[in-house]
């Protein structure tokens, strides 16, 4: 069956870096698009990217370029997210998720999620 | 980017009853797609509905989509004490796919 896995809980000071994994198994992992969708307390889903496994061509919202890196490790079946500059805003709840096709735009398979916090 | 409008914020309701959740897009979402998502405390979304009206793998026919162009309607029939939590729409016709901010269901 189709797993994501994520990595822990984070806490990082303003200003910092924070890098979560999502570990694929249960698929081809080339096949299916990696989507980064983060959600803050009592807010909606926003979604910050995706990235295809196959040949690591990323594409990212608006919002988040400039401070946004996805990549992918294929050997491990591991995509990454790595968010720069931080700030309180950016504390929140990240997932990876994956369509159920190529490119189908909803997502089916999502990680349990990674909290992260920003505090000084 | 398209901004989707849910309502009501809250809706207060017995088990039994039914359930009718609104999602107002700004513009129009290309070929119905639109898709729904329930979230309970501490879980990832769960996809219920996507292409406006298909149900997703596994999720019952008591929840059922509607709408096109800007209007969309999600409707949960007789309401189950599982069913009590939060609801998304997502639209996934134009970059950036953007997700409404949430309509709760609560037990009334």
């Known amino acids: 069956q189709v797993q994501l896995v994520q990595s822990g809980a984070e806490v990082k000071k303003p200003g910092a870096s924070v890098k979560i994994s999502c570990k694929a198994s249960g698929y081809t992992f080339n096949n299916y698009y990696i989507h980064w969708v983060r959600q803050a307390r009592g807010q909606g889903p926003e979604w910050m990217g995706v990235i295809n496994p196959s040949n690591g061509v990323t594409k990212y919202a608006q919002r988040f370029q400039g401070r946004v890196l996805m990549s992918r490790d294929t050997s491990t079946s591991t995509v990454y997210v790595d968010l720069s500059s931080l700030t309180s805003e950016d504390t929140a709840v990240y997932y990876c998720?994956?369509?159920?096709?190529?490119?189908?735009?909803?997502?089916?398979?999502w990680g349990q999620g990674t909290l992260v916090i920003v505090s000084s | 980017e398209i901004v989707l409008t849910q309502s009501p914020g809250t809706l207060s309701l017995s088990a039994g009853e039914r359930a009718t959740l609104s999602c107002r897009a700004s513009q129009s979402v290309s070929s119905s797609y639109l898709a729904w998502y329930q979230q309970t405390p501490g879980q990832a979304p769960r996809l219920l509905i996507y292409g406006a009206s298909r149900r997703a793998s596994g999720i019952p026919d008591r929840f059922s989509g509607s709408g096109s162009g800007t209007d969309f309607n999600l409707t949960i029939n007789r309401l189950e004490p599982e069913d009590f939590a939060v609801y998304y729409c997502?639209?996934?016709?134009?970059?950036?796919?953007?997700f409404g901010q949430g309509t709760k269901v609560e037990i009334k």
């Open positions: 997502q639209q996934y016709g134009s970059s950036p796919t953007t």
């Open positions: 998720a994956r369509d159920p096709d190529v490119s189908s735009g909803y997502l089916v398979y």
